[in-house]
């Protein structure tokens, strides 16, 4: 059964740091990766979603690779904000289409 | 606008009455779910969808139902809620073409008394 794993749970970090939230799975044989931002008391913004035949993405400040041989990605946040903080979550898609969700890093940038 | 339309928001209730969360979505997704987040169990699938008339169970879904009868609408159904429902709950869907990107909606907070 998949299991997806976020390391660290939480973390605090001053305005302006580069940072890397961690993801791993342990059954390789996933369809995409996808990694989101939740707000306290809100839904869930997809941040960006990586194929298994692709080995990065990229949107504006963040970075998001995936190693599916070893089971990790990693989402990389450039010079980072106060309107940054929040909770990321990564979910993997099997093959039956269903999402496993790590329970996430909840992040804080402080000014 | 592309969206999921959850409602109600915000609900308490009481042991036992009967009560749906409705969510619909505009985009033509065939893929829609729903989910509840408890605090340090993370987001857990309830019940899923692949298209009209088409359901499956997630990991928890004792104690709801759902139908699919048209595309857009994925009610989830609680015949008769408990305590240990209350919860956050959330709708979502996706297409099967394209970036499969996962759209959620705002989430449904409820409260069984």
């Known amino acids: 059964k998949q299991e997806v794993t976020q390391i660290p749970a939480a973390l605090s970090v001053p305005e302006g740091e580069n940072l890397v939230l961690n993801c791993s799975f342990t059954d390789s044989a996933i369809y995409n990766l996808q990694w989101f931002r939740q707000d306290p008391g809100k839904g869930l913004t997809s941040l960006l979603l990586?194929?298994?035949?692709?080995r990065e993405q990229t949107s504006g400040r963040l970075n998001a690779s995936l190693d599916k041989s070893s089971g990790r990605s990693t989402l990389y946040i450039a010079a980072s904000q106060p309107g940054d903080s929040a909770t990321y979550l990564c979910?993997?898609?099997?093959?039956?289409?269903?999402?496993?969700f790590g329970k996430g890093t909840k992040l804080s940038v402080k000014p | 606008e592309a969206q999921v339309t959850q409602n109600p928001r915000y609900l308490i209730t009481v042991t036992g009455k009967k009560l749906t969360v409705t969510c619909s979505q505009n985009?033509?997704?065939?893929?829609m779910s729903w989910y509840r987040q408890d605090p340090g169990l993370g987001l857990r699938q309830i019940y899923y969808s692949m298209n009209v008339e088409v359901t499956d169970k997630g990991d928890v879904p004792e104690g709801y139902k759902v139908s699919r009868k048209e595309k857009r609408n994925f009610p989830l159904i609680l015949e008769s809620p408990s305590p240990n429902q209350t919860s956050l709950y959330f709708c979502a869907s996706r297409g099967f073409s394209g970036a499969n990107v996962l759209t959620f909606g705002a989430g449904s907070r409820l409260t069984v008394l």
């Open positions: 985009m033509n997704h065939e893929y």
């Open positions: 979910a993997v898609r099997g093959s039956q289409g269903n999402l496993i």
């Open positions: 990586i194929q298994s035949s692709q």
